[in-house]
T-cell receptor, first 112, second 117 residues
Framework: GQNIDQPTEMTATEGAIVQINCTYQTSGFNGLFWYQQHAGEAPTFLSYNVLDGLEEKGRFSSFLSRSKGYSYLLLKELQMKDSASYLCAVRVKDQAGTALIFGKGTTLSVSS | NAGVMQNPRHLVRRRGQEARLRCSPMKGHSHVYWYRQLPEEGLKFMVYLQKENIIDESGMPKERFSAEFPKEGPSILRIQQVVRGDSAAYFC???????????????FGAGSRLTVL
């Protein structure tokens, strides 16, 4: 089966740095995605890793280690608006357009 | 660019009725995906469609659920004889065709929230 694990909840304060971890055991691997979802809204794309290493995009960075089945999302200079659920997802099949398998999400609460 | 459009945003049905959820993909996107999200649960894949074809329906319950993406018009997720357990948020996503990086990214709609009384 497919298994994607991430912590259920995390808390942090404004201005801090937070790291959200994700581990996966899947039958195949063709990319790892992070999405942000505010309550009652659509998930929005944050980052995509297919090779090992760090991808940086403004205040958000994502890291991947394929040998360890591990990724993390790093959020710097936290703002109140970063309070949301962060979803880790893996693209399993090796063909264009195939669906993503999602973890249950990590709910991040940012306080002042 | 209007993004992925879903309607209705909220739908209330009584047990035994039918629910129809519609999704119009982003302009230029020909791949459509339906996901279901229950409270405290992740997004669960249901079905992946291209125009007039169901590519992968491995996540779709075998009974009462069906999906289509006709040549003209939106994709439709249909739930017949709804039960209370069908209450959930149903999200549609779309992506570009092809093999390029853009084809990997799913763009989601705002979801349709079904409540079964």
């Amino acid at each position: 089966g497919q298994n994607i694990d991430q912590p259920t909840e995390m808390t942090a304060t404004e201005g801090a740095i937070v790291q959200i971890n994700c581990t996966y055991q899947t039958s195949g691997f063709n990319g790892l995605f992070w999405y942000q979802q505010h309550a009652g809204e659509a998930p929005t794309f944050l980052s995509y890793n297919v090779l090992d290493g760090l991808e940086e995009k403004g205040r958000f960075s994502s890291f991947l280690s394929r040998s360890k089945g591990y990724s993390y999302l790093l959020l710097k200079e936290l703002q109140m608006k970063d309070s949301a659920s962060y979803l880790c997802a893996v693209r399993v099949k090796d063909q264009a357009g195939t669906a993503l398998i999602f973890g249950k999400g990590t709910t991040l609460s940012v306080s002042s | 660019n209007a993004g992925v459009m879903q309607n209705p945003r909220h739908l209330v049905r009584r047990r035994g009725q039918e629910a129809r959820l519609r999704c119009s993909p982003m302009k230029g996107h020909s791949h459509v995906y339906w996901y279901r999200q229950l409270p405290e649960e992740g997004l669960k894949f249901m079905v992946y469609l291209q125009k007039e074809n169901i590519i992968d329906e491995s996540g779709m319950p075998k009974e009462r659920f069906s999906a289509e993406f006709p040549k003209e018009g939106p994709s439709i997720l249909r739930i017949q004889q709804v039960v209370r357990g069908d209450s959930a948020a149903y999200f549609c996503a779309s992506s570009l065709p092809g093999q390029g990086p853009g084809a990997n990214v799913l763009t989601f709609g705002a979801g349709s929230r079904l409540t079964v009384l």
